[in-house]
């Protein structure tokens, strides 16, 4: 049962969910492609399809205590959701390539998309719940006992209340139905150029035109509408690769592309389906605009097995769509809308090192890093005062809300930075019988919040284990790895853990083409993993631990097809012989 026994705690949310979904597709592509006399003078014909059918049903059972409030201080629902959907699509493209120098073609492209979706959510509650509750003093009630449809081991019935007694939420019921025709221009230019020292130079430069009509049919609350939009959207883009040798290259690449806002975040109906994060459109929305930079360069020499690959980018995000939050520190109820934001950024590197370090080439060497970085900026605010509350006292009005935060200057840009840093080391021995190897890797990640301090973090992952690989002249074969996993720097120590994860896997290949292979894998023997991540935003921080069947035993038949004969024979029927 929920309590408060400092008298410190905001609110008490206990919610269990569960649900099923079926899901039917298929879909068919055909290509044609025609040489037009010149070499390099080609006509390409795409047609493709696809068809689906969605059932999802969902339930939810959840208890909200609010501490801080002295009236309406329970809310609990008890909620049905059928949303069967329907889609399908068809598409064809029609592209045609042109040389037009020495090394050089241009490419011109037109693609024609149609689209229907049809989605109908149906949300069934028991009206007012938490009233009935309390005309029946059960006002102690856990979500767990409205799973169990129970209290104190006997079922509601006996108290008065008839939980398949479900209407309709007409506020959180949604239906909608889009059409959409989807067109998309390509023009590329294409130029390889060779160089008297035997290199190259690649590039490609182009642009995307993507005119887009979209009609919709969407009914939701008191919303009955139907929405036709128009939109154009553009999408640069350029490669550069530079061929030095056979195993090195350096390629650098650039693509911009803009991102409109879906047709249901610019309707502004409220949906209060979670009592505590309430949400609604903006219909001032505007398109975001990304643009993405990459560098690479990778080089390997043969003789001595070594290589490295170095890798940078770097993503540029203007008017980004983030969800404006604003929180109720005496309910604990998160107010949400998507609103247009400026100041995102991220940016990484990868670097890779590997190498033989003796003579016969047995014992390799392999590391590799990763450094992140990203900046996420969006709105939050705490500052809900006795004007602000009006607007979600009884019937909410989220654009008074946001209104009169944005008009006195309440909502404030919160910015999280956020910075990783990984490392991975392995050796390893190997010959025709056995491959061993050892490994260790780490993980750290800092994250600072200028407005939310608690939000500040500092955690660590680090691993170190070991692997074995053992080939039988019988064609049998056994591998094994084991690893000591650990986390450290969360608040909750459940979750600062260290964890010893073992895998083992038997096989055998068999037939005289040794082309059929039987195994039987057995992962986390000791069945100690878990499942533990952390994620960032402008506006919270969320740690999450999923319980999930990480041990189990698989066995797989594997059974390999040549259906193009040996190589001899594919050299053959490609040359027209």
């Given at each position: ?59 939810s059972r959840s208890v909200v205590k609010y501490f801080q409030r002295t009236t309406d201080d329970l809310n609990a629902d008890y909620q049905n959701t059928m949303s069967p959907s329907k889609n399908y699509s068809y598409q064809g493209r029609l592209s045609y390539t042109e040389p037009i120098l020495k090394g050089t073609v241009v490419q011109l492209s037109y ?108 009914a939701k609350g008191i919303v009955d509408t139907s929405v036709v939009r128009k939109i154009q959207n553009w999408a640069p883009r350029f490669n550069v690769r530079w061929k030095i040798s056979n195993t090195s290259q350096l390629r650098v690449r650039y693509n911009g592309s803009m991102t409109q806002p879906s047709m249901t975040n610019l309707i502004e109906v ?308």
């Amino acid at each position: 049962k929920m309590a408060d026994p400092n008298g410190i705690r905001v609110n008490g949310n206990e919610r269990i969910n569960n649900g099923n979904n079926h899901n039917n597709n298929v879909n068919g592509e055909l290509q044609i492609n025609r040489r037009l006399g010149v070499p390099g003078r080609n006509l390409t014909l795409n047609l493709g399809g696809s068809y689906s059918e969605i059932n999802n049903e969902s339930y939810s059972r959840s208890v909200v205590k609010y501490f801080q409030r002295t009236t309406d201080d329970l809310n609990a629902d008890y909620q049905n959701t059928m949303s069967p959907s329907k889609n399908y699509s068809y598409q064809g493209r029609l592209s045609y390539t042109e040389p037009i120098l020495k090394g050089t073609v241009v490419q011109l492209s037109y693609q024609a998309q149609y689209r229907f979706q049809d989605s109908d959510r149906e949300m069934m509650v028991y009206d007012k719940l938490e009233d009935a509750l309390r005309e029946k003093g059960l006002t102690d009630v856990s979500a767990v006992d409205l799973y169990n449809g129970t209290y104190n081991g006997l079922p509601f019935s006996n108290y008065g209340i008839d939980l398949t007694m479900l209407t309709k939420d007409a506020q959180n019921s949604q239906y909608a139905t889009y059409r959409e025709f989807n067109q998309n221009v390509n023009l590329m230019l294409r130029h390889n150029s060779k160089m008297e020292n035997g290199q190259e130079l690649f590039f490609n430069l182009g642009v995307n035109w993507q005119p887009q009509r979209t009609e919709m049919d969407y009914a939701k609350g008191i919303v009955d509408t139907s929405v036709v939009r128009k939109i154009q959207n553009w999408a640069p883009r350029f490669n550069v690769r530079w061929k030095i040798s056979n195993t090195s290259q350096l390629r650098v690449r650039y693509n911009g592309s803009m991102t409109q806002p879906s047709m249901t975040n610019l309707i502004e109906v409220t949906d209060n389906s979670n009592p505590l994060y309430v949400s609604t459109g903006n219909a001032g929305l505007k398109s975001s605009w990304t643009d993405r930079f990459n560098l690479d360069y990778n080089n390997y020499i043969t003789e001595k097995q070594m290589g490295w690959n170095v890798n940078g980018w770097v993503n540029l995000n203007r008017r980004t769509i983030s969800n404006a939050t604003i929180y109720d520190t005496e309910s604990g109820i998160s107010y949400s809308r998507p609103m247009n934001v400026d100041g995102g950024w991220n940016a990484g590197t990868w670097m890779g090192f590997n190498t033989a370090i003796d003579k016969g080439k047995h014992f390799n060497f392999n590391w590799n890093q990763n450094i992140n970085y990203s900046r996420n900026v969006g709105y939050i605010s705490s500052d809900l005062d006795a004007q602000a509350k009006q607007f979600v006292t009884g019937n909410i009005d989220m654009n008074g809300l946001f209104d009169y935060m944005d008009r006195n200057n309440l909502l404030k840009k919160a910015t999280t930075r956020s910075t990783s840093i990984g490392e991975n080391v392995r050796f390893n021995y190997r010959n025709d019988l056995i491959e061993v190897g050892v490994n260790s890797g780490m993980n750290y990640q800092h994250a600072r919040n200028d407005m939310q301090k608690n939000g500040n973090r500092d955690t660590w992952s680090f691993s170190y284990g070991g692997n074995v690989v053992i080939n039988t002249p019988w064609n049998l074969q056994f591998s094994s790895d084991i690893s000591q996993q650990s986390r450290r720097g969360y608040d909750d120590a459940t979750m600062n853990t260290n964890e010893l994860i073992w895998n083992a896997q038997i096989s055998q290949t068999f037939l005289k083409s040794k082309n059929a292979t039987v195994s039987v894998q057995w992962n986390d023997i000791l069945r100690q993993r878990s499942s533990i991540s952390r994620n960032y935003s402008a506006t919270n921080r969320s740690d999450t631990w999923t319980n999930a069947i990480h041990s189990y035993v698989m066995v797989h038949l594997i059974y390999r097809f040549n259906l193009l004969g040996d190589k001899e024979s594919r050299q053959a029927g490609f040359n027209g012989d």
